[in-house]
C-alpha cells in the first residue's frame, strides 16, 4: 500500500501559522506522526507540500500507477479549485480531505469544498489527528 500525504499552501508552516487555530504541531511533527501510524499498517507513505496549485495538480496526476490512496489537504484551495477537483476525479485513485481545522466554524468562503467532491470523504477539526484516522481509513 502506497499512500501519498498531499499538503497544500503554508501547510509547511505548521507550528508557526496560527497555533490556536492550526495546532502547536509543526510540519515535521506531522510526518512523524503519519509514519508512525502507517508502519502499524506495512504501508509505504510520501510527503509533498506545494504552495503551487499546478504543482498540486501535477502530483495527483503523476499518483497514477504509483500510489494506492492520497491524503490530500488542498488548504486555501480547497475553496477555489476546480483544477484539483478535476485531477482528484481524472486520476480515479481514493483520496480523503484533511483539515486541521473546522472549516465549518470558521469563515463563511472556507465553509465551501470545491475539492471534497473528488474525494470520498472529509475529515476537519481534528488538527493532525485527521490525517491519522485518514490512514486507518483508507488501509482498513
Ligand atoms: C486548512 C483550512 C483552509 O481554509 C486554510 O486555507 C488552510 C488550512 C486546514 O487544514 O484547516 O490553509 O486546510
Same mark, same amino acid.
Given at each position: 500500500m502506497k499512500i501519498l500525504i498531499l499538503n497544500g499552501p503554508n501547510i509547511n508552516m505548521l507550528g508557526k501559522r496560527e497555533p490556536d487555530i492550526y495546532g502547536r504541531a509543526t510540519y515535521a511533527d506531522l510526518e512523524e506522526a503519519v509514519r508512525e501510524r502507517a508502519k502499524k499498517y506495512g504501508a509505504d507513505v510520501s510527503f509533498v507540500q506545494s504552495n503551487h496549485e499546478g504543482e498540486l495538480v501535477t502530483r495527483i496526476q503523476n499518483a %497514477? !500507477? %504509483?500510489?494506492?490512496r492520497i491524503v490530500l489537504?488542498?488548504? *486555501?484551495? +480547497?475553496?477555489?479549485s476546480i483544477a484539483i477537483l478535476d485531477a482528484l476525479t481524472a486520476c480515479g485513485i481514493p483520496a480523503v480531505e484533511v483539515h486541521l481545522s473546522n472549516i465549518h466554524k470558521r469563515e463563511e468562503f472556507r465553509r465551501?469544498?470545491? +475539492? *471534497? *467532491? !473528488?474525494? %470520498?470523504g472529509q475529515i476537519c477539526g481534528l488538527g493532525i489527528q485527521g490525517y491519522l484516522l485518514a490512514i486507518d481509513y483508507l488501509c482498513s
Open positions: %497514477v !500507477g %504509483v500510489y494506492d489537504n488542498p488548504a *486555501a484551495f +480547497t475553496h477555489t465551501r469544498s470545491v +475539492t *471534497a *467532491a !473528488g474525494c %470520498v
